[in-house]
């Protein structure tokens, strides 16, 4: 397999980090199984993911966390619970992917992944307590099994199509940015609970 070209691996490591804050299991199972199964040629920090231990505990993780997305409040609590998880993991993950161009590029690559991871995670969190105020469950999973597409999508337009996802990752940006100012309320909501649930104080009630 021929090695990522510089486009391909910057593309890589933005979508990493943008998916680590929808989907870190899904992206790192499919990243490792793409470079496993020789689809891929994974850069050297990110071929740890393809090692069978690594595919087995993310492809387990990826189950749980496929099915908890999809149960109404559950899903917000998986939320709570990974803030602390998904955000390092996209920064580690995008300085993987560029790591062995220097300790500069790999700096940039942990901020930039760091803070797609923290804007997908916190567009999906206020998405989510907003979707929780409605009494049915189906447009909670509508939207999880969207997220889901979404972040496949986007993985096989980075290492395919770089430039492309370039574009669509600045729209997606604008998007999230008008979708969190729309959503203020549910988001101080969201900032509040977190708050309180790494406090161990009681969560303020409602939304």
């Given amino acids: 397999m021929n090695a990522l070209d510089t486009p391909h691996l910057v593309a890589l490591a933005a979508a990493l980090g943008w998916a680590s804050g929808f989907r870190l299991y899904a992206a790192v199972f499919l990243t490792g199984l793409a470079g496993y199964l020789g689809w891929l040629p994974l850069p050297a920090g990110l071929q740890v993911l393809q090692h069978p ?3 087995g505990a ?3 993780m990826l189950f749980m966390e496929f099915f908890a997305d999809k149960i109404p409040f559950v899903d917000s609590i998986w939320d709570v619970v ?15 992917a560029l790591g062995a161009d220097g300790a500069t590029a790999t700096t940039v690559a942990a901020v930039l992944g760091g803070t797609l991871a923290a804007a997908s995670h916190a567009t ?5 307590a907003a979707v929780n105020t409605s009494p049915e469950p189906f447009s909670n ?3 999880s099994l969207f997220e889901d597409g979404l972040v496949v999508a986007g993985l096989w337009l980075a290492t395919n199509h770089p430039i ?6 600045c729209i997606a940006l604008v998007l999230m940015v008008l979708l969190l100012s729309l959503l203020y ?10 708050s309180a649930f790494f406090s161990g104080a009681t969560a303020p009630q409602g939304l």
């Fill in 53 to 55: 231990a690594v595919l």
């Fill in 58 to 60: 993310s492809a387990l």
């Fill in 82 to 96: 990974h803030t602390v998880v998904r955000i390092p993991a996209g920064a580690a993950l995008a300085a993987g």
């Fill in 124 to 128: 999906k969190m206020t998405t989510r």
């Fill in 141 to 143: 999973i509508a939207v």
């Fill in 164 to 169: 492309a996802f370039g574009i669509a990752l």
């Fill in 185 to 194: 309320k549910f988001l101080l909501a969201v900032v509040r609970k977190v």
